[in-house]
């Protein structure tokens, strides 16, 4: 938790990074009224692999604050599990992700062992659809 004073009016991102390789960053993004105090919680993702991180096949765009796909590998695992560029996460195995960062959410989802699902919920258009992605291990 964090407690910030003096801080200007309108939106605040908040970032913390992880420690080494055992967390992911997190973020927390307020909104504050000239002279107010703000309280930012922020959430990262704790590790519980050994080894490299899995692989999706799919980047998330790195200039949105949310994780959305930047590129899709043709027949990876995203590509086959019907995911586009510009689908935007939205839940990972049925949770929401909207206090993570986008390194936590690829964490969330590629810490696990390699064949193992994860379930995304992801925004298309208007439309919201979930789908199984398989992980399997890193790019060599």
Do not use: H
Not at 63 to 90: E, K, M, Y
């Amino acid at each position: 938790m964090f407690q910030m004073t003096g801080v200007p009016s309108g939106e605040l991102l908040v970032v913390c990074f992880g420690a080494g390789d055992l967390y992911s960053d997190g973020k927390a993004l307020l909104t504050l009224s000239a002279g107010e105090a703000g309280n930012a919680e922020v959430t990262v993702v704790r590790r519980t692999q050994t080894g490299p991180l899995g692989s999706i096949g799919a980047e998330f765009d790195s200039t949105w604050l949310f994780p959305r796909f930047a590129s899709i590998a043709p027949n990876g695992p995203s590509d086959r599990a019907g995911l586009a560029v510009g689908d935007a996460v939205t839940a990972v195995d049925g949770k929401g992700i909207d206090r993570l960062s986008n390194y936590g959410v690829s964490v969330l989802i590629r810490d696990r062992p390699y064949g193992s699902t994860a379930k995304l919920t992801v925004q298309r258009g208007s439309g919201a659809l979930t789908v199984p992605v398989v992980v399997s291990p890193p790019d060599r």
